[in-house]
């Protein structure tokens, strides 16, 4: 089946760039992949997924990647069996992290005016990178952590960073469909009942509006496509109507950037990515639930869960808006979690949106918390400051084989 697609895809691909190429009618990839059966769409995309996106005009005339970048696919972050990325840290020396990003801002958290948000380590088309990342490890045993810092040629005085790591998507997709309006009722419930404050991020849309932000790490994002145009844009510098301007996240100052060429594409609506393949990528990262997301009853432990105040938070169920249940084990609310786990960002530093808890594995490679300090799901808990600062002290003093039945049904999600 997935053979078949993929040439189908191939076809198309190859006749469309034969019409271009004669200058005859094109052939309408859009409306072939909104009209794709299901299992099509998932497959192509996983080719939108996995596929390396190439600087203007090295293969096609128009891909445009770059001219700043941190990867050229998708995968090349998101790896690994639950497609998250990791740091991987043998007993000598730094090594790559796949799916690490320094994210850069000043006092405010706003980004930095020559550098912008984000700390791209690859360039193209005359524009250089701006530093690389160098990883190294503290603390020994259990307590190894990776750390990141920035290699620039001449590092801006005011420069401030936040190493994030790629988290695993598997599930993910599913924070889409959890209603509005419940979001913004939890948070009323929570300063109600007192024992955690969440915070309901809101972002503007493009149009001007506001919505309720629930994607990324500080729920910048109101939507999975707002999402994934976002990672086009400032990791791969590929536009799209979501994330106009072709040249990435280049700053004013950044003046090769802005010279080099870029991939403006007619049959992409202008942009360097078409929106049906933004479609295609959440219809592909759809179809591949969490475990807990295809059982029907929730286990034992679940009540443990609750009983430590993990699920004031972790909300195990949200509903979407015919009512249905989505499986989560978040709340998709902010949450102050100390300054031990905040980025130098000022006083929103501290807060970061609840991780929903899927996919923990472990894997090979798996690490847990926004910059992956923890090797372990028990060292993710015990990180736990802030408002979550309670419910972590209840875990610590749990018997022990209690805590081995949470982190069991932990690793079960
Ligand atoms: C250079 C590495 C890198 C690349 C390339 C990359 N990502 Fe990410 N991604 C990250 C990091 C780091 C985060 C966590 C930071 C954040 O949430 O803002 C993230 C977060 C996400 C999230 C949010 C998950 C959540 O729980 O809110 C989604 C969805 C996602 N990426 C999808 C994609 C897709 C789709 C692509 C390709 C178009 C992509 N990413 C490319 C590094 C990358
Ligand atoms: C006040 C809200 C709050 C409470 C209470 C809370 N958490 Fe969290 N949890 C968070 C936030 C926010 C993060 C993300 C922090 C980060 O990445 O730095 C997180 C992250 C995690 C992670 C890491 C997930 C990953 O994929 O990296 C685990 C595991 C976890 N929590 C388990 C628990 C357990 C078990 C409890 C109960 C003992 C608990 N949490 C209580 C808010 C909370």
């Known amino acids: ?206 149009d001007g509006t506001e919505a309720v932000g629930r994607y990324g790490v500080a729920a910048g994002r109101a939507s999975l496509a707002a999402q994934i145009a976002d990672a086009f844009a400032l990791d791969m510098g590929l536009s799209s109507v979501f994330a106009p301007g072709d040249a990435g996240d280049c700053t004013a100052t950044q003046t090769r950037c802005h010279a080099a060429p870029h991939g403006p594409d007619p049959w992409r609506a202008g942009h360097e990515v078409a929106s049906y393949e933004i479609e295609l990528i959440a219809a592909f990262l759809a179809d591949k639930p969490a475990p807990a997301q295809r059982r029907a009853a929730p286990a034992p432990e679940a009540a443990l869960f609750a009983e430590t105040g993990c699920a004031d938070c972790h909300v195990p169920q949200m509903p979407d808006s015919a009512g249905e249940m989505v499986t989560l084990y978040s709340d998709l609310l902010l949450h102050d979690m100390g300054q031990d786990l905040a980025r130098p960002f000022g006083v929103e530093g501290a807060l970061w949106r609840t991780s929903p808890l899927l996919a923990l594995g472990p894997y090979p490679g798996r690490r847990y918390l926004h910059d992956g300090r923890a090797g372990d799901i028990d060292g993710a808990i015990r990180a736990h400051g802030g408002e979550a600062a309670p419910a972590q002290a209840r875990y610590a003093a749990l018997p022990e084989g209690a805590r081995a039945r949470l982190i069991a049904f932990l690793e079960g999600l």
Request: glycine letters at 14%.
């Open 1 to 206: 089946m997935a053979g078949s697609v993929g040439r189908l895809w191939t076809i198309l691909w190859l006749s469309a760039a034969g019409t271009a190429a004669q200058g005859a009618e094109r052939v309408q990839p859009v409306a072939y992949a909104a009209e794709a059966p299901a299992a099509a769409r998932v497959a192509l995309g996983w080719n939108e997924f996995r596929r390396q996106w190439v600087p203007t005009p090295e293969i096609s005339q128009w891909d445009g990647l770059g001219p700043l970048f941190n990867a050229r696919a998708c995968l090349d972050c998101h790896m690994g069996p639950a497609l998250g990325g990791r740091v991987v840290m043998p007993d000598l020396g730094p090594v790559a992290a796949p799916g690490m990003v320094l994210r850069l801002g000043t006092e405010t958290g706003e980004g930095h005016p020559a550098l912008g948000r984000q700390l791209q380590t690859l360039g193209t088309g005359g524009a250089r990178g701006e530093g690389r990342l160098a990883l190294g490890r503290s603390g020994v045993g259990a307590e190894a952590r990776p750390q990141v810092s920035a290699v620039l040629a001449e590092p801006p005085a005011d420069l401030r960073l936040a190493p994030l790591l790629a988290p695993p998507l598997i599930g993910r997709a599913a924070i889409d469909r959890v209603d509005e309006g419940a979001i913004v009722a939890l948070a009323a419930q929570q300063a109600a009942e007192g024992r955690v404050a969440g915070r309901v991020q809101r972002v503007t849309l493009p």
